[in-house]
């Protein structure tokens, strides 16, 4: 009876303190317009700019009622963007060339972290130092056909044959990596890699780019075309306020930090420190030195692109491989503000 009675103090407990989070962070949206904009994952330190512009209230001084739909693993962001369903949201490379393959054609607005921060990641422990040392092992991933592709030319270019086993893993990268279901696992190192080190688990990595792959801008924040033709202004104000909350976070990680745990629902982080950490991580590598936060190279947009048609990871709708792509199509920097490009 008493775990029962304690039980439901908890959960009251909790429901009050969702209520006063949602309560607290209303506001008089009847003069605004609506923008709806999808997240690819749980709130993290890739999305702090949006977070960050929300709580200066820069998106309301842009005439626009934000609404941030929450991560569901049943729809995916560019689903929800190219489908008309959200205005905006969070992709990747990846994501939106392979989108344009089946025709679900989403656009990049503008590149969140300025290069690929991911790595491939071993126990340290394991005694493996050098890719090569891979062949014969167990990759961990979520079952996208350029995963492979890329583990197995690291491989190649480590001097391995790029043999490897490859199983999709239900859990967290971390988890499987840690618990010996695989050996080698594909992480970003602003959050795993800092997540990793706070666990306790040691980890040896290894940079796609010092083996060969061409770099490229991930995440990405992307639009559909359909919304690009019908709502441009909307879409220049939306990123107008965006550039400015990564702009802030660029120079005031602790602070931004701060104000992504404190708007977003209470036990989103569960581990303060690693939002802290990985913010400190990712602030300076938003953009590179000198240039404002967003612009997107052309070259990123043609190489990695070109890679995953090589290697023949692009599918149409129909499951074949696809033999070209306008390159040209799948980004944009002219919703940036002005003097960025």
């Not at 701060?258 to 950490?277: A, H, K, M």
């Amino acid at each position: 009876m008493k775990k029962t009675i304690f039980a439901a103090v908890v959960i009251a407990a909790a429901a009050i303190l969702a209520w006063s989070w949602w309560h607290k962070n209303e506001q008089d949206t009847s003069n605004l317009e609506p923008f709806t904009f999808a997240l690819d994952w749980t709130p993290n330190t890739n999305h702090t700019g949006i977070y960050v512009a929300l709580n200066k209230g820069w998106y309301k001084d842009q005439g626009i009622d934000l609404k941030i739909l929450p991560y569901s693993d049943s729809t995916l962001p560019d689903v929800l963007v190219a489908t008309g369903k959200a205005d905006a949201g969070i992709g990747s490379t990846e994501s939106t060339v392979s989108d344009a393959g089946v025709g679900s054609n989403v656009v990049s607005l503008a590149s969140i972290v300025a290069h690929n921060t991911s790595v491939i990641a071993v126990r340290k422990d394991s005694g493996i130092t050098t890719p090569a040392q891979l062949d014969g092992k167990t990759f961990g991933g979520f079952g996208a056909p350029y995963e492979k592709a890329v583990m197995k030319q690291v491989i190649q270019n480590a001097g391995g044959q790029g043999d490897f086993k490859v199983v999709t893993v239900n859990t967290s990268p971390l988890q499987a990596l840690k618990s010996g279901a695989v050996d080698f696992v594909w992480v970003f190192s602003g959050w795993e890699g800092i997540q990793a080190k706070h666990e306790g688990l040691q980890l040896r990595t290894f940079k796609q780019t010092d083996y060969g792959m061409p770099d490229y801008s991930t995440p990405n924040i992307i639009s559909a075309p359909t919304t690009i033709k019908t709502k441009p202004e909307l879409l220049k104000k939306f990123m107008s306020a965006t550039a400015k909350g990564y702009e802030y976070a660029r120079k005031h990680a602790d602070e931004s930090a701060r104000i992504l745990i404190e708007n977003t629902p209470p036990g989103t982080f569960t581990d303060q420190s690693l939002v802290y950490e990985s913010q400190r991580y990712l602030s300076p590598r938003y953009q590179d030195p000198g240039l404002a936060w967003g612009v997107q190279k052309p070259s990123f947009w043609r190489l990695y692109p070109k890679f995953m048609l090589d290697k023949k990871t692009v599918l149409d709708a129909s499951g074949k491989p696809v033999g070209s792509l306008d390159f040209d199509s799948l980004f944009t920097n002219k919703f940036l503000p002005r003097g960025r490009v």
